[in-house]
């Protein structure tokens, strides 16, 4: 077992380092530039890695390195979303506006941190991306990581069904939304707040609208 101070230990701090550089040159390229415009190239120079390799040797591709860039905010994303959903679930009678703000709040948070305001660029720009399909599902699309969602809808909307299109629609939506938002320079907690609110009821009007009687 090695022990502090040992050699052993050294080179393994070193590459846990190098690896978080990447990461954190990663997501500030990817959302600046997008993921063509992030190359691996300019990547690496941007974490100081003297390797030219240093991206493969820790990651694989340009894509897999997305995936872990993403990854480091999933964990948190998916405990927060857990957490209002599991609420939700133990609510005798939950509402519309109880489900969109579960759909919409977790991601919000984002807005807290310059690191999750660039999580929010970078999803928002996969969701524009041309070649989309092409994508690793992780990349693809947010959606799926949605799916609770759905079960904690029909007990609200009872035998009405959200269309599809309507999902992919509320996806686009809150993650161009609250990137757009950011975009647009600082804000004060009570603007973020009423953006946050405005961004929420208008998910639960959009799947009111979608599921009224024609």
């Known amino acids: 077992m090695a022990r502090a101070g040992d050699p052993a230990t050294g080179a393994s701090a070193a590459r846990a380092s190098g690896r978080d550089r990447i990461l954190d040159a990663a997501e500030v390229l990817f959302a600046e530039r997008g993921i063509d415009g992030a190359t691996v190239s300019a990547i690496t120079a941007a974490s100081g890695a003297r390797n030219k390799s240093a991206v493969a040797y820790h990651f694989g591709s340009k894509l897999d390195l997305l995936e872990a860039v993403l990854a480091r905010h999933l964990t948190t994303l998916d405990r927060r979303r857990d957490a209002m959903l599991e609420r939700l679930e133990h609510m005798s009678e939950p509402t519309l506006d109880d489900v969109a703000d579960a759909l919409v709040l977790p991601v919000a948070v984002q807005l807290d941190d ?31 990581r949605f799916a609770r969602f759905g079960a904690q809808l029909r007990r609200v909307l009872g035998d009405r069904q959200m269309s599809p299109a309507t999902g992919v629609l509320l996806t686009s939506l809150v993650f161009h939304g609250l990137a757009d938002f950011a975009r647009t320079g600082a804000h004060t907690q009570p603007e973020r707040d009423e953006f946050v609110a405005a961004l929420t009821a208008a998910v639960a009007g959009i799947i009111q609208r979608d599921v009224a009687p024609r």
């Open 114 to 144: 310059p690191s999750g305001v660039r999580y929010l660029q970078i999803q928002a720009s996969l969701l524009s991306y041309p070649r989309r399909a092409s994508l690793p599902e992780l990349l693809r699309d947010p959606g799926p």
